[in-house]
């Protein structure tokens, strides 16, 4: 039985309570009777949302994901949000070093690093987002890229908080994002291409972590995921999942990538 994990970022793009809180209702009605257990689905809004959001998903098979964390509990910190915070609207997940973070607002992977540490020390599971832009990928610096993203940003975590961690593999190329891809056509990666780095990821988290951790940590594909390409995606054996952002946006295009998952996973 292969396990799936199922995320909406919903970025900036859900702007006002309401809406964000009739989005949450909606997928949280459609997919509460059909979810099963080895398929996992958290969604992510904006900050001013995810209290509302929280209590609209309480008792439901939803779960709430932070988009960013700051690494220190509290403090004189203008403009960031608290683990605690995060905590408190009912969060089980929280994106981190999201390609939007890194290469738009200058997160580094030593700065990413200690919010995975954070994240682990307050119980939250961090969804650790990697992977390389058009140029890199160009100049064939794509592993080159990933290894150094995974091995800075995950390193001295304790080996018991390790099976906490998700990673999220977004060629920044495949992000539906105009700012991140200004000059090149945005489009899904390939089953082919995707398994491949996959596969690279895989055999990066057995060396790094040993047989037992390294084989079980989830990898999510993200990046323009939606319906009509999710199947030929989720099927690849080192693709345990999907970090959407677009398509999650609403229930109806968000409820067929969790039924494939559903679907490949029995
Ligand atoms: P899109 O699905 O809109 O391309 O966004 C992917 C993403 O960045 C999810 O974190």
Redo the contacts with the bound molecule.
């Keep these: 039985m292969r396990k799936f994990i199922i995320g909406g970022?919903w970025k900036c793009q859900v702007t006002i309570v309401e809406e964000a809180v009739s989005i949450a209702t909606e997928i949280a009605k459609e997919i509460n009777d059909i979810l099963t257990e080895n398929v996992e689905v958290f969604i992510a809004p904006s900050y001013n949302a995810l209290y509302s959001v929280g209590q609209v998903i309480k008792g439901t098979k939803l779960k709430l994901a932070g988009q960013n964390m700051y690494f220190r509990d509290k403090g004189a910190f203008t403009g960031e949000i608290s683990p605690d915070s995060l905590l408190d609207a009912g969060c089980e997940y929280v994106?981190l070093g999201?390609?939007?973070r890194r290469r738009i607002f200058g997160e580094t992977d030593s700065y990413i690093n200690q919010k995975v540490k954070k994240a682990l020390e307050k119980g939250l599971k961090p969804v650790l987002?990697i992977g390389e832009t058009a140029k890199e990928k160009e100049e064939g610096q794509t592993e080159t890229v990933i290894q150094t993203q995974i091995e800075n940003s995950l390193a001295d975590i304790p080996q018991e908080q390790l099976n906490q961690i998700i990673i999220?593999y977004?060629p920044v190329w495949?992000?539906?994002?105009k700012f991140l891809n200004p000059d090149s056509e945005i489009k899904t990666a390939t089953p082919e291409e995707a398994e491949k780095i996959h596969v690279f990821i895989r055999k990066l988290l057995i060396n790094k972590f040993g047989d037992n951790v390294g084989k079980n940590i989830l990898i999510q594909y993200?990046?323009?995921?939606k319906a009509s390409n999710c199947e030929g995606l989720l099927n690849i054996a080192d693709i345990n999942g999907g970090?959407?952002?677009?398509?999650s946006l609403s229930a109806e295009k968000f409820k067929p990538i969790i039924e494939a998952a559903i679907k490949l996973g029995k």
């Design positions: 970022n994106i999201h390609s939007e987002c999220a977004e495949a992000i539906d994002n993200g990046g323009s995921m970090l959407i952002g677009g398509a």
